[in-house]
């Protein structure tokens, strides 16, 4: 797992127009967002914060090529919040997988799978990377774990060590 490394305060200016522009992303207005954002980019290009936001605004408008340097500056520099770190693993994997970059897609959602093995929406993005990588046998695995530990459907939880088990070998007969 990465060390989490601080990032150098944003002066406050800068931060509160930040603040500003992910509310109004939030608020229904991702081109405006993405104006401001792209302005504090060019001003902070190492902000790993700006970065993320950055990508952010520009995946949500279906620009996903334009999000892709954003994604990547966001992870390689210093001070991205672990939780912006999950998302921005997940929306670039995800966004390789959209523009047919197959093989980024699994190389980046599984890094996220491995740092964040809890969250089943990178595991679910891994395996339709997979998928589209002919891992057919890995991706089916992935998702039979992920529906038996999650899913409250009864049928489901009535069967769920015979998933868990035909999962760990899809092969397998009486």
Do not use: C
């Amino acid at each position: 797992m990465r060390k989490p490394v601080a990032a150098n305060p944003l002066p406050a200016g800068a931060a509160a127009r930040l603040a500003e522009a992910v509310r109004v992303r939030e608020g229904g207005d991702p081109e405006t967002a993405r104006r401001s954002l792209l302005a504090l980019s060019a001003e902070f290009p190492g902000d790993a914060r700006v970065a993320y936001q950055s990508a952010w605004a520009h995946d949500v408008l279906g620009l996903e090529a334009e999000a892709v340097p954003f994604y990547e500056r966001a992870l390689a520099l210093p001070g991205l919040p672990r939780e912006d770190r999950r998302g921005a693993l997940l929306g670039l994997g995800s966004t390789y997988r959209v523009l047919g970059r197959h093989t980024d897609a699994v190389r980046i959602l599984r890094q996220g799978a491995e740092e964040f093995p809890q969250d089943g929406a990178l595991r679910a993005f891994l395996a339709m990377a997979l998928y589209n990588t002919g891992g057919h046998h890995e991706a089916m695995t992935l998702l039979l774990r992920l529906l038996a530990s999650t899913s409250e459907d009864p049928g489901v939880r009535a069967y769920r060590r015979a998933i868990e088990f035909y999962a760990g070998d899809l092969d397998a007969t009486v």
